[in-house]
């Protein structure tokens, strides 16, 4: 196994910038400014190292937050690396059969975007791991506990002889806290993007039927507007279901609604989305079963999603736009 453990910096701009992804319009999560990596075996130990300080070109401007928690200057930008060039120069250093491995789940979404902006192959890497979920295995987290790097480095008793918030150092950090892991184990037995996306479907969920993944597509709505995805059958005779009308969310990246078979009755077509890598959604579905409980959530919860609705459009149409003034609205009492 070829196993990067790496940080990035990034920086963001005061405004959000969008970019097209194959007709999809995506907002940039952040622009690379500084890379660390290091090559690490099974047991956490470091083979090699790299790091590169990258110059921007879409957010050229330190933002100041940034600047007070990396300590990197508007000089230090100037002087990076272009930005391709900087990143053909890790592509090349880490391998074409590199797993990365990071602290969370924050960086290769951030790697993927900058790859594609600037020409470069965004299916890289294949394998990606987030170290957080294999800590968590052998050292479960207590209340009040932090899970930033920092924390756990010293909650492990690790030594910290450099600053945080620096590429390399935090990717040798990570790399220490590897040592303290079963890793070869958590490595291996670390489930795949669909297991992953079933596992936060269903949770404790024994109930599901029709259990189905949808992975690597563009449309946020492809739930409601897919037939691929939207058509689902009754899990007992596989007559068509139809939905309602309204699909309500369920935590941050769940909806669902009740669905009718007319010879067996209602259910519910339960989503899960996820955008692990920054660029495509992914969706699991399921069907469960009515309940009296279930139908009653629902009821409540749809009556006041739709007087929300009629609330809503009630204030829109009191608003109008004041003369020569775009964007700026009075509202009409």
Known sequence: MNLIVFDLEWNIGYQPRTFQYHGTELTMRGEIIQIGAARINDRGDVLDTFEVNLRP???????????????????????????????????????????????????????????????????????????????LKTYPRKEGEGMTLESVVDRLGIPKEEPFHNALDDALYTARVCRKLPLAEGLATYPTDEELLREALLGDDTAARDVQVFPDRLDHDDYRNAPELNRVNCPECGTPLTHDEVWLKRGNTGYYTRSTCPYCGPWYVRFKLSRRDGLHWSFGRCTDPATPEADARWNKQRAAFVERMKKKKSANRHKKKVPGKPGLFCCIV
């Open 57 to 135: 070109r879409i957010f050229r401007k330190l933002q100041h937050h940034i600047a007070k928690v990396t300590g990197l200057s508007q000089g230090d930008l100037d002087a990076g690396l272009p930005m391709k060039e900087g990143l053909q120069k890790f592509l090349d250093w880490a391998g074409p059969d590199a797993e990365l491995a990071e602290w969370g789940l924050d960086d290769v979404p951030v790697l993927k975007q900058n790859l594609f902006l600037n020409g470069l192959d965004e299916s890289w890497p294949a394998r990606w791991y987030d170290l957080q979920r294999i800590f």
